[in-house]
C-alpha cells in the first residue's frame, strides 16, 4: 500500500461519512496528497524515513497551522491564518505525515460534548443521537469512525481522554512540559498539553514520542526527548504485571460512576490481578475537591489568555453602528459576537475571581487545593507504581442533555482533572461495552515524567 492511496483512502471516507458525523472544519486534501506522493517517492528512492511517515494524521483545530485556518471552533478567530507552524506541526511535517486537516472541538476547548462549537456540534461514530465527547470530539470521532488512523488533541481536564473514553479510541494527555505547548491556542496555560488520539496504545507511543521532546519556544517544556516510548510498548510483555502495584483511587470509582462503567472497570482490575498485579485502594481525599480548584483555576487563566482576542490582532472585527468607534467599542462589539456563551461565561469566572477583592478567597484557596492534590498524588505513587479508574462517570450522553445545566456537563471530568491538576501523564483505553454498546474507557494515570511506565502498563490492559 502506497502513502498516496493511504490518503485517498481516508478522503473518500471522509467524503462519505463526515457529512454526517461533522468531525472536520478543515480539509488539506491537496497538501495532504502532496505530503504522501512525497513519502511514496522517497520511499521508492529507498529514502530513510520516519516509521510513521506517509501516515496521515488530523489536528485538532487549536492548534496553529501556518497558511491553514486555525479557529478553535470560534467565530472569533474565523478567517485568520496563522503566519507560523506549531512546534508539533512543525516536527509532523518534518517527519512527513500527510495532514488531512483540521477537526472540530468545543470552543476554545471549553466543554465536554463538542456542542460548544460554533461551527456546530459533532456526532458519536456509535451513535449519531450521542456526543463524541469534549472538547476534542472531532479528532476522537475521526478516529473512531476509521477517517483518519492519527489525530492530535489536547487535554485541559480531560480533552483528550473523555472523547477517547466514550468513542473507543486510545487518548493520552502526557505529563506536562513532555510535548511542546508552542502553537497550542492557550487556554489554561498550566493544565494544557497536546496528545496523541489514535486506534492503539502502540500507535499513540509513536506518535507522543515523534512530537514530544524538549523545545526552545516553550520555558515549561522539558529538557531531553521522549525516546523509549514505543520501544516500551513494543517490548511489553504480561509477566512485567507480576508484583506491579496498581492503586485503585477511592475517590475515583463508586458514587456518581453508571453501573456499567463501574463492572467494566472491576472487571479489568480483577484480570489485572489474575495476572500478578497487587491492587491496592489508594486514598486521595483532596481528589473531592478537584472539580472545584479546577473550575477556579482553569476559568482565572482563561480570563487571562483570551483577552487577546480584541477585534484588532486576530480574525473578526465587528465595529459598533450605534456608538463611535473607538478601541474600546470595538472590542466590545467583537467580542460580544465573536465569543460563545460558555467562553463568556468562563471569562466571566474568571475575572472575578481574580478580583482585588475576591483573589484571596477563591484563586489563593484553589492554588492550596491544588498543591493537596498533588501530595495526595506523591503519597499514592509511594503506594502503588500507577493508578486506574474509570476514564469518564458515563457513556456518551445524548446531544442536548446536558445543554441548560452546565454543572453537570462540568462533572464529567470529575476523573480526568485531577492528572492535570497534578501534570501528571493519564491515558484513557477502550474497555468494553455497554448494555447500549457504547464504548467505556479505562484510565492508567502514571508519575510525572513516567510516560514510558503509563504506556507499557496501557498496553498490558488493553
Ligand atoms: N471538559 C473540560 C472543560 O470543559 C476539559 C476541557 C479540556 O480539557 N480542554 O474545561
Known amino acids: 500500500l502506497t502513502s498516496e492511496e493511504i490518503t485517498k483512502a481516508c478522503l473518500e471516507r471522509i467524503e462519505k461519512f463526515d457529512a454526517k458525523l461533522h468531525a472536520f472544519l478543515y480539509?488539506?486534501?491537496e497538501g495532504a496528497l502532496e505530503t504522501a506522493r512525497e513519502v511514496d517517492r522517497l520511499r521508492a528512492e529507498g529514502a530513510e524515513l520516519h516509521p510513521l511517515a506517509g501516515v496521515p494524521i488530523a489536528l485538532k483545530d487549536n492548534i496553529v497551522t501556518r497558511g491553514m485556518p486555525t479557529t478553535c471552533a470560534s467565530k472569533i478567530l474565523e478567517g485568520w491564518l496563522p503566519p507560523y507552524d506549531a512546534t508539533v506541526v512543525e516536527r509532523i511535517k518534518e517527519a512527513k505525515l500527510p495532514i488531512i486537516g483540521k477537526t472540530n472541538m468545543d470552543e476554545f476547548a471549553m466543554g465536554s460534548s463538542c456542542e460548544h462549537s460554533a461551527f456546530g456540534s459533532t456526532y458519536n461514530p456509535w451513535d449519531l443521537e450521542r456526543i463524541p465527547g469534549g472538547s476534542g470530539g472531532g479528532s476522537a470521532a475521526a478516529v473512531a469512525a476509521y477517517l483518519v488512523p492519527l489525530a492530535l488533541g489536547s487535554d485541559t481536564g480531560g480533552s483528550i481522554r473523555q472523547p477517547g473514553a466514550v468513542t473507543?479510541?486510545?487518548?493520552?494527555?502526557?505529563?506536562?512540559?513532555?510535548?511542546?505547548?508552542?502553537?497550542?491556542?492557550?487556554?489554561?496555560?498550566?493544565?494544557?498539553?497536546?496528545?496523541?488520539v489514535t486506534r492503539s496504545v502502540r500507535d499513540a507511543a509513536a506518535l507522543q514520542e515523534l512530537m514530544g521532546g524538549h523545545d526552545a519556544y516553550d520555558s515549561t517544556s522539558l529538557p531531553g526527548d521522549q525516546s523509549g516510548l514505543l520501544s516500551a510498548v513494543t517490548e511489553a510483555k504480561a509477566d512485567q504485571l507480576k508484583g506491579l502495584r496498581v492503586g485503585v483511587v477511592k475517590q475515583l470509582t463508586g458514587e456518581g460512576y453508571a453501573p456499567a462503567v463501574r463492572d467494566a472497570f472491576e472487571k479489568t482490575v480483577a484480570e489485572l490481578k489474575a495476572k500478578g498485579a497487587e491492587i491496592?485502594?489508594?486514598?486521595?481525599?483532596?481528589?473531592?475537591?478537584?472539580?472545584?480548584?479546577?473550575?477556579?483555576?482553569?476559568?482565572?487563566?482563561?480570563?487571562?489568555?483570551?483577552?487577546?482576542?480584541?477585534?484588532?490582532r486576530y480574525g473578526l472585527r465587528v465595529e459598533p453602528t450605534d456608538k463611535a468607534v473607538t478601541a474600546e467599542s470595538v472590542m466590545a462589539a467583537t467580542r460580544a459576537a465573536g465569543f460563545g456563551p460558555e467562553v463568556k461565561r468562563r471569562i466571566i469566572l474568571g475575572t472575578f475571581?481574580?478580583?482585588?477583592?475576591?483573589?484571596?478567597?477563591?484563586?489563593?484557596?484553589?492554588?492550596?487545593?491544588r498543591t493537596l492534590i498533588q501530595r495526595d498524588f506523591d503519597q499514592a505513587f509511594a503506594q502503588a507504581d500507577v493508578l486506574v479508574s474509570p476514564t469518564s462517570p458515563t457513556t456518551a450522553f445524548k446531544l442536548g442533555e446536558k445543554n441548560d445545566d452546565p454543572m453537570s456537563m462540568y462533572l464529567n471530568d470529575i476523573a480526568t482533572v485531577p492528572a492535570n491538576l497534578a501534570g501528571v501523564p493519564a491515558i484513557s483505553i477502550p474497555n468494553g461495552l455497554d448494555e447500549q454498546n457504547l464504548p467505556i474507557g479505562f484510565q492508567?494515570?502514571?508519575?510525572?515524567?513516567e510516560d514510558r511506565l503509563m504506556y507499557e502498563v496501557a498496553q498490558l490492559v488493553s
Open 280 to 312: 491496592v485502594e489508594v486514598d486521595c481525599p483532596s481528589f473531592d475537591y478537584a472539580m472545584a480548584a479546577y473550575y477556579l483555576i482553569m476559568p482565572a487563566e482563561v480570563s487571562s489568555n483570551l483577552a487577546r482576542f480584541d477585534g484588532v
Open 444 to 449: 492508567v494515570i502514571a508519575p510525572a515524567k
Open 27 to 29: 480539509l488539506n486534501a
Open 168 to 196: 473507543g479510541t486510545v487518548g493520552a494527555k502526557p505529563t506536562y512540559g513532555a510535548v511542546s505547548r508552542y502553537g497550542l491556542v492557550a487556554m489554561a496555560s498550566s493544565l494544557d498539553q497536546i496528545g496523541p
Open 353 to 369: 475571581v481574580l478580583s482585588s477583592g475576591q483573589v484571596d478567597a477563591y484563586y489563593g484557596s484553589a492554588q492550596k487545593v
